[in-house]
């Protein structure tokens, strides 16, 4: 069976994607930098290899956000769609931008330690106080 294919894209409709879903790594990230990038509280994000995400509308901006990331979004609405890494590293698709967010489900909780107090999302997932290690 091959791997599903999830489409997805900006509010304003410029920027439209396709997403191959292959991998089991799907973290809500409580970092500032996803934070206040997307404006969003835990913003949850599909890793996956950067060759299985394509755009298939429109064009992204581009802000480096720190040396470890790079964070692309629609230049017209501002919806973040994407954020990259150096190479070797996945990919990161918003889950918020997803046609249909029913299709995936968070797996584990990045940068716990910067959640903040009063944000409770009850779940048993696996909680790191920093960076989830995506790559083992
Ligand atoms: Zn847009
Ligand atoms: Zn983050």
Redesign the pocket.
Known sequence: MSDPVLEGG??????RYKVRFNTPYIDYCHCVMCRKSTGGLAPAWIQVEPADFTLTRGTLGVFVSSPKASRHF?T??G?QIAMTYPAGRSTGITVATLDDPEAVRPTVHGWDSARPSWLCIADDLPRHPEDVPYDV
């Open positions: 900006c509010l304003c409709g410029a920027v629609c017209r609405c919806s």
